[in-house]
């Protein structure tokens, strides 16, 4: 599978899944255009080091994905895109009743509303070049819920539904549309929950990774950001024309419960 002469935009990937689906397209051949919102020194080294490792051209474009204008100026400024990966990411955890509000606008606006702007921005440019492929990565919480994650899940049921309606859209045309429904992987994102949920429970580590977050996953193990994108490339390549508004789950069997 090759994806030479193709073009990645992964949104949200100086970390976690976003660089590891960054590095597996780089691995297939695409050259890739890496993103988050700040502008450190390290975030271009990233881009220099997926050049370097795999032969192709990358760079690093920084744009706020919780805003939509900036959302597509990084589409407007990497100048093409054959693929594109919404990824950008955060959580929080906590009771609808204390939700704070800009939490949730936050959540709604990154997890949710930059795809919508990616996408509108980025399909003029699949249609011209006469291929492209979206892949958006929802969650295991875009098919199911768990209390106290309301903007999470909410934002991404709302993912999987733009997934739906965008591949209706291009259903005719040499697109496809598709959503990533990842279970717990082991990313900054999840470390980031653990200390609460040991105070939370009177939990050790251990007991909060192998209690509350794989008591969800039957397979009792965490999924990895190169299995992510290598479903990610799998949904890039000739064998995956016909498959259009869907959902994959890499999710160690969570949504099969
Ligand atoms: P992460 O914290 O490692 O990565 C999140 C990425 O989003 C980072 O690169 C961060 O810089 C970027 N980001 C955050 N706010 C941004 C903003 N305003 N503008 C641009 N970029 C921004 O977390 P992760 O676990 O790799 O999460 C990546 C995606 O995968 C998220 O959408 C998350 O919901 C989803 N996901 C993660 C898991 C998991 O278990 N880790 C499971 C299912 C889905």
């Given at each position: 599978?090759?994806l030479?002469?193709k073009?990645?935009i992964?949104?949200?990937s100086?970390?976690?899944?976003?660089?590891?689906?960054?590095?597996?397209?780089?691995?297939?051949?695409?050259?890739?255009?890496?993103?988050?919102?700040?502008?450190?020194?390290e975030?271009?080294?990233?881009?220099?080091?997926?050049?370097?490792?795999?032969?192709?051209?990358?760079?690093?474009?920084?744009?706020?994905?919780?805003?939509?204008?900036?959302?597509?100026?990084l589409?407007?400024?990497?100048?093409?895109?054959?693929?594109?990966?919404?990824?950008a990411?955060?959580?929080?955890?906590?009771?609808?009743?204390?939700?704070?509000?800009?939490?949730?606008?936050?959540?709604?606006?990154?997890n949710?509303?930059?795809?919508?702007?990616?996408?509108?921005?980025?399909?003029?440019?699949?249609?011209?070049?006469?291929?492209?492929?979206?892949?958006?990565?929802?969650?295991?919480?875009?098919?199911?819920?768990?209390?106290?994650?309301?903007?999470?899940?909410?934002?991404?049921?709302?993912?999987?539904?733009?997934?739906?309606?965008?591949?209706?859209?291009?259903?005719?045309?040499?697109?496809?549309?598709?959503?990533?429904?990842?279970?717990?992987?082991?990313?900054?994102?999840?470390?980031?929950?653990?200390?609460?949920?040991m105070?939370?429970?009177?939990?050790?580590?251990?007991?909060?990774i192998?209690?509350v977050?794989?008591?969800?996953?039957?397979?009792?193990?965490?999924?990895?950001?190169?299995?992510?994108?290598?479903?990610?490339?799998?949904?890039?390549?000739?064998?995956?024309?016909?498959?259009?508004?869907?959902?994959?789950?890499?999710?160690?069997?969570?949504?099969?419960?």
């Amino acid at each position: 599978m090759s994806l030479k002469g193709k073009t990645a935009i992964v949104t949200g990937s100086n970390s976690g899944i976003g660089l590891g689906v960054a590095r597996e397209l780089a691995r297939a051949g695409a050259d890739v255009v890496l993103n988050s919102f700040t502008d450190n020194s390290e975030d271009h080294a990233l881009a220099d080091g997926i050049a370097a490792e795999f032969g192709v051209s990358a760079r690093y474009i920084r744009a706020d994905m919780s805003r939509g204008a900036e959302c597509r100026a990084l589409i407007e400024q990497a100048g093409r895109c054959d693929i594109l990966v919404n990824n950008a990411g955060i959580q929080h955890v906590a009771p609808i009743e204390d939700f704070p509000t800009d939490k949730w606008d936050a959540i709604v606006a990154i997890n949710m509303s930059s795809a919508f702007h990616t996408t509108a921005a980025a399909l003029p440019m699949m249609r011209a070049a006469g291929w492209g492929r979206v892949v958006n990565i929802a969650s295991a919480h875009g098919l199911t819920a768990s209390p106290y994650k309301s903007a999470y899940v909410t934002a991404k049921h709302g993912v999987v539904g733009l997934t739906k309606t965008a591949a209706l859209e291009t259903a005719q045309e040499p697109i496809t549309v598709n959503a990533i429904c990842p279970g717990y992987v082991l990313t900054p994102l999840v470390e980031a929950q653990i200390p609460d949920t040991m105070e939370k429970y009177q939990m050790s580590r251990e007991d909060v990774i192998e209690q509350v977050m794989l008591e969800r996953q039957p397979s009792r193990e965490f999924a990895t950001v190169e299995q992510i994108g290598g479903t990610a490339v799998f949904l890039c390549s000739d064998a995956a024309t016909q498959i259009t508004g869907t959902t994959i789950s890499v999710d160690g069997g969570w949504t099969a419960l």
